[in-house]
């Protein structure tokens, strides 16, 4: 780590940000108040509510302040000294820091800083694993240099092969992502895909499972990652296996980038030795801004630099800025410290939820989510999901394995631990989340629909109960402020 990741400063922040944003909202408010008033808005609705979405987090003040600059009116298509626009310097220097940062966060050969998201730094992995796996050496075999010098003949042949490829990643209901595969998605549209799933007892990764399938699809791509799985995986397993089929190993760690940055996944749960691409999100457990990013090995660092004009066109100036800032925050022993207190507190809010009679996917959770089976309080995961919310609990319902209500209605409630973990709550506040969670869903009943089943979406909830959980929460928050000292 080098000594100029936190210069020294005396300023009061928390003061300093309040009269930056009384500013900006002043200023924002001669033009659109509507819009200032949305703002503080937001910031009172997160300030009071329960926030246990595994996606969502708090980013820090000088993260946030850096996004609202006029980084963001600058062209800059292209790559760092490489642009296709006149006057890129200081995005080339915002980039390259970006970049610089990441590298040395993940211990990663190279880093791409560009992708706007997390489901762009998917699209860039698959093109680029695409372009260096089937592009290039088609090239080669045909002597030319780049696309462009292919008759329309050779090109046709191309274009064929790129949608002809296979790749295999862990299904929707496991707890994979949308973009790993699942038929909506470009992802499902472009590849032959096929997904493994989870054991069907025990709901853990069954790495046999993933080595059939991959022996008998033989994909191109294995992509290893999850949204709603609780678990670890062993990357170093997963490789051997890309390794056995001659895949490319893509790990999509958007959601426990934050476990890898703060050293809490390590050896074979860290995936950047072992993944020949790996793509995250910037925005979850990492802390930062929303937005993408990919990691590769050297081999295929050329192809992802070609992420523009691949996929993406000009680069974010203003929120690669703000990676940097949040990549230099990732690096301190502080985000080390939350970093564990994000997986500590996810096992006690686990081990609070069994206790109290809860059902857990896979039994518990080693990572940052919690996914909460709620059919035996005889619930859909709809009905959890609204009736945690009128008590200020903000959740979000999704499927189980093999989950008999779909998609939409669900049997699950995902929770996570990295925002609350920011605001300082530790296992006492846990314990009592899980608490007043489990009081919630016992207090809980469903609507019996018009065909005298009982209905998946509405529900009631015991009198008194939305607002006595509502005040309980509004203690631990009390006590735990978002952005203390922070004022509009
Ligand atoms: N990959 C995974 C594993 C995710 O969980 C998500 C978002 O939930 C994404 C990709 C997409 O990220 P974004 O919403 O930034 O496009």
């Given amino acids: 780590m080098t000594e100029t990741l936190s ?26 108040p509507r819009i200032a008033d949305a703002t503080r808005a937001e910031l009172a609705d997160q300030r009071g509510s329960l926030k246990l979405i595994a996606s969502e987090n708090y980013a820090s003040p000088a993260v946030l302040l850096t996004m ?11 790559t760092v000294g490489h642009r296709f626009y006149a006057g890129c310097q200081n995005i080339d220097t915002v980039e390259a820091l970006a970049a610089e940062h990441a590298r040395e966060l993940f211990g990663a050969e190279y880093a791409y800083a560009q992708p706007h998201s997390g489901i762009d730094a998917n699209l860039v992995a698959f093109w680029s694993i695409l372009a260096h796996r089937v592009e290039s050496p088609e090239l080669a075999e045909l002597g030319a240099k780049n696309v462009n010098q292919l008759t329309e003949e050779q090109w046709e042949t191309l274009r064929h092969k790129f949608g002809n490829q296979r790749a295999l990643g862990m299904s929707l209901d496991a707890g994979g992502h949308l973009t790993h595969g699942f038929r909506p998605n470009i992802s499902g549209k472009m590849f ?17 499972q993933v080595r059939a399938a991959a022996h008998e699809f033989k994909p191109l791509i294995l992509i290893a990652g999850y ?48 993944a020949h691409v790996v793509t995250s999100t910037t925005h979850k457990s990492l802390r930062g801004p929303r937005g993408g990013l990919v990691l590769a ?25 703000a990676k940097a800032v949040a990549f230099a925050e990732a690096r301190t022993p502080a985000f080390q410290t939350y970093a564990q207190a994000i997986a500590d507190n996810a096992q006690t809010l686990a081990e609070g939820l069994k206790k109290r009679g809860a059902t857990l996917v896979t039994g518990g959770t080693d990572n940052h989510l919690v996914l909460i089976d709620v059919s035996g309080f005889g619930l ?72 005298g089943k009982p209905g998946k979406a509405k529900y009631t909830v015991v009198d008194g109960l939305a607002e006595s959980t509502k005040s309980a929460a509004a203690e631990l928050l009390d006590a735990n402020p978002l952005y203390p000292g922070l004022q509009l």
């Fill in 297 to 321: 090995t050297q081999e295929y660092a050329p192809s992802v630099d070609r992420g523009c004009p691949l996929v993406l066109g000009g680069p974010l100036g203003h929120v690669m800025a």
């Fill in 380 to 451: 859909t995961g709809r009905q959890a999901e609204s009736a945690l919310l009128d008590s200020g609990i903000v959740t979000n319902r999704n499927s189980v394995p093999n989950d008999p209500n779909g998609a939409w209605y669900t049997s699950g409630i995902r929770v996570g631990t990295p925002a609350l973990t920011s605001r300082g709550f530790g296992a006492d506040e846990f314990d009592a989340v899980a608490d007043l969670m489990i009081k919630v869903f016992k207090g809980t009943s469903p609507v019996t629909a018009s065909t």
């Fill in 68 to 78: 609202g600059t006029w980084l963001s009116d600058k062209y800059a298509e292209g």
């Fill in 227 to 274: 949204s709603a799985y609780p678990r670890r995986i062993d990357f170093a397993k997963m490789r051997e296996i890309a390794d056995e089929v001659g895949a490319t190993l893509l790990v999509d760690m958007a959601h426990f980038a934050g476990l890898v940055a703060g050293k809490v996944f390590t050896g074979p749960e860290d995936p950047v030795p072992y």
């Fill in 192 to 208: 032959h895909q096929r997904s493994y799933g989870t054991d069907n007892k025990s709901q853990l990764l069954d790495y046999e």
């Fill in 7 to 32: 210069p020294a400063s005396s300023i009061d922040v928390a003061a300093t940000a309040s009269e930056a944003y009384r500013a900006a909202l002043a200023v924002i408010e001669t033009v659109e």
